[in-house]
């Protein structure tokens, strides 16, 4: 191999490094629209071969420690989740099933809109994802919109997306914001039903079914949850003590999922980190 030759692996490493500035000279698009004329003007050092392969194998040695974390994490999850499935089969085995207006009524919380104050809104993601916090509004941008008061322990789902599994359990950090009127918040009953098991249920194959034949139309948000057809959908309502310690799974699973989230933050982070280091020399 030629003196000024230059490894693969070496070569993706160095344009993963310089990533940002490739799609700068791209003119801030994506990666996927820098012109292969700017990858192949684009300069990047080229270490004799003993450094290339160095560095490779310092590289990968500590990306590799960072999947294997990854995974592992993954996995505990994955074990978390056939937990819950596990557990909520063996319930509902012998569960007598009411509508979910008997057990979780809704709830609507009016907020009385003042001039000069903002409204943190919360939404909610499809698949069972969970909520997300939305930015504040004004209550000049606000117009003739509707807001609710949602509190955390609600039961909530988007009427429009309901279809595709946007439930979600308020979370205690979501104290203090609002849903508009198309969110749907429906209480648990006392020593009758939990708001975990009941989301659970609604992100079973099932549950799905159920919210999909409650919102009748088309595609998207031509697809809207009737309050009616909510209230009358059948849900299984086990031995109520059975249903805490479900919840109690689930919030441990909830934990888990956010530990991972920070640890994929903290690993999308190290891994430029590393690179900066390597091709500074400092490896």
């Known amino acids: 191999m030629p003196s000024d030759a230059i490894y693969t692996r070496f070569l993706y490493w160095a344009l993963k490094h310089r990533i940002d500035d490739l799609i700068h000279l791209g003119r801030g698009g994506t990666f996927a629209e820098v012109s ?3 990858v192949a003007g684009f300069e990047i050092p080229v270490p004799p071969i003993p450094e290339q392969k160095r560095l490779m194998a310092r590289i990968e040695a500590q990306t590799g420690r960072v999947e294997a974390i990854r995974k592992a994490q993954q996995e505990l999850i994955d074990d978390m989740r056939a937990t819950l499935a596990g557990y909520y089969a063996e319930i509902i085995t012998d569960a007598e099933w009411k509508p979910l207006g008997e057990v979780a009524p809704q709830e609507r919380r009016p907020v009385t809109v003042q001039a000069g ?3 943190p809104e919360l939404g909610i993601r499809s698949f069972g994802k969970g909520t997300f916090h939305k930015p ?3 209550a000049e941008q606000l117009g003739s919109k509707r807001l609710y008061h949602i ?3 609600d039961l909530i789902f988007n009427n429009v997306f309901a279809w595709e599994g946007a439930v979600a359990v308020v979370k205690p950090e979501d104290a203090g914001r609002v849903g508009s009127h198309r969110f749907i918040t429906c209480v648990t009953k006392p020593k009758v039903a939990t708001s975990p098991f009941l ?3 609604f992100t079973t194959e099932q549950g799905l079914h159920d919210l999909g ?5 088309g595609a998207g948000r031509n697809r809207t949850l009737g309050l009616t057809k ?3 959908i059948k849900v299984p309502v086990p031995d109520y003590d059975k249903q805490v310690v479900f919840a109690r799974l689930w919030e441990k699973a909830q934990e888990m999922n956010r ?3 920070e640890l994929t933050a903290d690993l999308a982070a190290y891994v430029p980190a590393l690179l900066a280091r390597a091709f500074r020399g400092e490896l």
Do not use: V
Request: hydrophobic share 40%; glycine share 12%; net charge neutral.
């Open 36 to 38: 292969k004329g700017i």
């Open 117 to 119: 104050q903002n409204y």
């Open 136 to 138: 504040a509004i004004s």
């Open 151 to 153: 509190h955390p322990g």
């Open 199 to 201: 989301y659970f249920h």
């Open 213 to 217: 034949d409650a919102s009748p139309g």
């Open 230 to 232: 909510l209230a009358a």
């Open 259 to 261: 530990l991972q989230a």
